[in-house]
């Protein structure tokens, strides 16, 4: 089994910065493909972003591109996800999530192997 544990999330003001770390651990011996998704109240989990294990990265939603980097240390078995001119609408619980590398980006809810419990990201106006 592989756990995954966030940290980061805050109250963030609107403009500001914020950067999201997960840490696997456990039966880390594969490779995982390791990324983002984030769910607002009311709405559906929502990919973010994911970067394989060679480091190839995606992201999601246009509203994130050129705002949120995702980037991965190997030897820590952690990805982080920078996140930097916050807007309100980036409210939400940030859930880590992780898939075998093979299988590709975990892009769908239903192709993540393993997730994390969420950290919560508040960015008021």
């Known amino acids: 089994q592989v756990q995954l544990v966030e940290s980061g999330g805050g109250l963030v003001q609107a403009g500001g910065s914020l950067r999201l770390s997960c840490a696997a651990s456990?039966?880390?011996?594969?490779?995982?493909?390791m990324g983002w998704f984030r769910q607002a109240p009311g709405k559906e989990r929502e990919f973010v972003a994911a970067?394989?294990?060679?480091?190839?990265?995606?992201y999601g939603e246009d509203s994130v591109k050129g705002r949120f980097t995702i980037s991965r240390d190997n030897a820590k078995n952690t990805v982080y996800l920078q996140m930097n001119s916050l807007k309100p609408e980036d409210t939400a619980v940030y859930y880590c999530?992780?898939?075998?590398?093979?299988?590709?980006?975990?892009?769908?809810?239903?192709?993540?192997?393993?997730w994390g419990q969420g950290t919560q990201v508040t960015v008021s106006s």
């Open positions: 999530a992780a898939t075998l590398d093979f299988l590709g980006f975990p892009r769908v809810p239903g192709n993540v192997n393993h």
């Open positions: 970067t394989r294990w060679s480091g190839l990265s995606t």
């Open positions: 456990g039966r880390t011996s594969s490779n995982y493909a």
